[in-house]
């Protein structure tokens, strides 16, 4: 059973950064992608950023491009969401999620996700 678990969640001031993890269980974490998202209050769910299954292959949204950086430890089974300089349109509640499949031209879309975490809440405020 797939299962996906955020951390690292919380209140950080404008300038900021924070460290979200991502616990894989239930699947062989090297086999997926995995990949952010966010929601924002009001606004449809946003594609952050993601990884492919051999940790070659990184792609972000043009708005976190140079702040965020995605990494994996597949030994730990473990993903990271690295987010400096946040501002606060970075606030959010941020999600993990997880396919078989990575297509790069629909990453960004919730639906080519099969799995996701409970979400972890981001703030960004002074």
């Known amino acids: 059973q797939v299962q996906l678990v955020e951390s690292g969640g919380g209140l950080v001031q404008p300038g900021g950064s924070l460290r979200l993890s991502c616990a894989a269980s239930?699947?062989?974490?090297?086999?997926?992608?995995i990949g952010w998202f966010r929601q924002a209050p009001g606004k449809e769910r946003e594609g952050v950023s993601c990884i492919n299954n051999n940790g070659d292959s990184r792609y972000y949204a043009d708005s976190v491009k140079g702040r965020f950086t995605i990494s994996s430890d597949n030994a730990k089974g473990t993903v990271y969401l690295q987010m400096n300089s946040l501002n606060p349109e970075d606030t959010a509640v941020y999600y993990c999620?997880?396919?078989?499949?990575?297509?790069?031209?629909?990453?960004?879309?919730?639906?080519?996700?099969?799995?996701w975490g409970q979400g972890t809440q981001v703030t960004v405020s002074s």
């Open positions: 999620v997880a396919d078989l499949s990575l297509y790069r031209s629909r990453w960004s879309s919730a639906s080519s996700w099969g799995y």
């Open positions: 239930g699947f062989t974490l090297g086999k997926y992608a």
